[in-house]
């Protein structure tokens, strides 16, 4: 199976999957996917270290479980969404692994490296198992209404098994090829997004230099050849598009820490391949040294204001100590 498989949402969804679904990772994402499974019938089995978490998933009829591990025992198929790379990796070989049924179905929605995901793969199918890499745009509020968009990396028969749990937690599912091309979508993706938020953010700058109004240029390259999802969906400045967070003061959103992880991801993949990618090292060059300071917890979006402050000689400030990530595109 390859391109889009299929349409949307949460209980709406038909259900043709009879088995058990482990989550294991119950956050901002993995929490509200597997609130959506719970709401269309799925039967659901959760696992996560961080008990506000566990709180929530089980208020949303998510049965839990005592580790990932007795999570697993039950599962026919086990969705992960853990942080990083190394968290999948620690998780697989530190137990889920051998815990689970032979034939086990494994899907990682956890925006991870190409490299990482390919091994992760090989793991599972080494231990007795099946393996899809799976990561998702669209966000917390995607999770929560069941459309996000899922790029699968594996082969077609688990993508085939695997699509009525994703078409309930997702709008669009497309099939990208093999094992880790799933995350190769995502950051070519997310690297794209990158570029395009910078060039857009430089361009308002300027023009406001040179006396041109925000909504002038919204009018102009939102219906010429600069029109992009960076300008037309998450506009950098307030006024052109309402929903932007530009209009509340740059609350992620997808949040410059998250950008900056993403964008680090797509630079592995090009040193990985020996490509040749100007572009998109200098745009994580910069979204790196913008998630140093409070761009870490805003909107990426909210890197035109760390473009007006080096450009008036100003240091940007440094991050504060805590607040929400925010979810990913």
Not at 10 to 34: E, K, Q, R, Y
Not at 111 to 131: C, E, F, K
Not at 279 to 287: D, E, K, T
Request: glycine share 12%; proline share 6%; with cysteine.
């Amino acid at each position: 199976m390859s391109g889009p498989a299929a349409s949307a949402g949460s209980a709406a969804a038909p259900l043709a999957f009879t088995g058990t679904v482990a989550v294991i990772g119950l956050g901002h994402m993995g929490g509200p996917m597997a609130a959506n499974l719970a709401a269309a019938g799925v039967d659901v089995i959760g696992f996560d270290l961080v008990d506000s978490a566990v709180s929530v998933a089980r208020a949303a009829g998510i049965r839990i479980a005592a580790s990932g591990e007795a999570a697993v025992t039950q599962a026919d198929v086990v969705i992960t969404m853990l942080p990083a790379g190394r968290h999948v990796l620690a998780a697989y070989e530190g137990g889920l692994l051998a815990a689970a049924r032979p034939g086990t179905l494994f899907i990682d929605c956890s925006t991870i490296a190409v490299d990482d995901a390919r091994a992760a793969a090989a793991l599972a199918v080494a231990a007795g198992h099946r393996a899809l890499d799976a990561p998702v745009s669209g966000g917390v509020v995607g999770a929560e209404k069941g459309t996000l968009a899922f790029m699968v990396g594996g082969e077609a028969a688990d993508v085939a098994q695997a699509l009525p749990l994703l078409e309930i937690m997702g709008g669009r599912i497309v099939h990208c090829g093999a094992s880790g091309l799933g995350q190769a979508a995502k950051v070519c993706n997310n690297m794209i997004l990158g570029v395009s938020m910078l060039a857009v953010s430089e361009a308002f700058v300027l023009g406001e230099s040179l006396g041109l109004d925000h909504q002038a240029l919204f009018d102009v390259a939102a219906n010429a050849s600069g029109q992009c999802w960076a300008l037309t969906t998450n506009c950098p400045v307030p006024g052109p598009v309402p929903t932007s967070p530009a209009n509340r003061d740059y609350l992620p959103g997808f949040a410059g820490a998250l950008m900056a992880k993403d964008l680090g991801l797509a630079v592995d993949a090009i040193e990985s391949a020996g490509v040749h990618a100007e572009a998109g090292r200098l745009a994580a060059a910069v979204f790196a040294r913008f998630a140093e300071g409070e761009g870490a917890h805003r909107d990426f979006s909210a890197i035109i204001d760390d473009i007006r402050m080096r450009g008036a000689g100003q240091s940007p400030a440094p991050a504060p100590p805590t607040p929400d990530a925010g979810a990913t595109p």
